[in-house]
């Protein structure tokens, strides 16, 4: 059935990461069920995870280790999608109209400091890093955190504001629920890391 939608992206499941896996899928489905109901919005570009793990942007980053020190670490980012919206109606006003999502399925698998010390901190690094300038051109782009629920939200929420400060607001947090029920792009579904109000994707 999936194959009939037109995603062929994975031969095989990942037994092991059958829920995450699909949790992913949900989400893109959500988002293009969303885009074929906008005609002001439209889907320039959607890599899978794969793409990145085919050539793994490895980055050098500065994070506090669970003691409080500063570590200088090394750690391979791969998203499990990355994909870029056009809004058509700000394009055609000559304002900004791309944006660029880094998503994150968090499965609640790991623990709260750990999200903050390994996917926040290099993830807000790479996109500041000269490899994801070589790969999409440009410095710019959010990351889009999805996980089990709110209670788990807020708390990547505090650690990400925790290893971050000003930079938490390259982070976007939302739940599965929020993001399935509605438009995910659209809809006031999401809460920057440094904002109690949530907001849509679009918005920052």
Not at 69 to 76: A, I, V
Not at 171 to 198: I, M
């Amino acid at each position: 059935k999936l194959r009939e939608k037109g995603i062929r992206w994975r031969r095989e499941p990942r037994w092991e990461q059958l829920a995450h896996d699909l949790a992913v899928t949900d989400f893109r489905m959500a988002v293009e069920k969303e885009l074929n109901q906008n005609p002001n919005l439209s889907l320039k570009s959607w890599q899978h995870e794969g793409v990145f793990r085919s050539r793994l942007d490895v980055i050098e980053y500065r994070a506090r280790d669970r003691k409080g020190d500063w570590k200088t670490l090394k750690r391979g980012v791969c998203p499990d999608s990355c994909f870029v919206v056009i809004d058509h109606h700000r394009k055609a006003l000559g304002k900004p109209h791309r944006a660029r999502f880094l998503l994150e399925v968090d499965m609640a698998t790991h623990d709260n400091p750990t999200f903050g010390r390994t996917k926040a901190a290099a993830g807000a690094a790479y996109i500041k890093n000269r490899v994801y300038k070589e790969r999409f051109g440009e410095n710019a782009g959010r990351w889009a955190v999805i996980t089990t629920g709110k209670v788990r939200m807020r708390n990547l929420i505090d650690q990400t504001q925790k290893h971050l400060g000003r930079d938490a607001e390259l982070f976007f947090f939302s739940t599965f629920d929020l993001t399935q029920n509605g438009n995910p792009l659209s809809s006031a579904v999401w809460w920057r890391a440094n904002d109690e109000t949530p907001v849509s994707m679009l918005e920052g």
